[in-house]
Nanobody, 124 residues
């Protein structure tokens, strides 16, 4: 089993920045997993945000965050990050970290593991 714990959420003004972190534990093969971020606003479905391959060499983003968000990982620290710049009120959501051995499976929204989520609120 893999346990994922998100941190770094909070309240920011529009145009500001946040960096989310997701720490993985429970097994020793974190570096073999693709990692991603999803978000869910109140009353809406959970949406894909970003994904990164196990080597960090491949990334994909939702169109709504391209040019503003950057996903990265540090396998030595068992941690994945989401740098969020130029935040907008519509970015307000609970952000969830996710992991799966398959990159395509993660992008499709069916990962094996989910974190508990961290709240991001962007004021206008």
């Amino acid at each position: 089993q893999v346990q994922l714990v998100e941190s770094g959420g909070g309240l920011v003004q529009a145009g500001g920045s946040l960096r989310l972190s997701c720490a993985a534990s429970g097994r020793r093969d974190f570096s073999s997993y693709a990692m991603g971020w999803f978000r869910q606003a109140p009353g809406k479905e959970r949406d894909f945000v970003a994904v990164i391959s196990y080597t960090g060499g491949r990334t994909d983003y939702a169109d709504s965050v391209k040019g503003r968000f950057t996903i990265s990982r540090d396998n030595a620290k068992n941690t994945v990050y989401l740098q969020m710049n130029s935040l907008k009120p519509e970015d307000t959501a609970v952000y969830y970290c996710a992991a799966d051995a398959g990159y395509a499976i993660l992008v499709a929204g069916a990962p094996d593991y989910w974190g508990q989520g961290t709240q991001v609120t962007v004021s206008s």
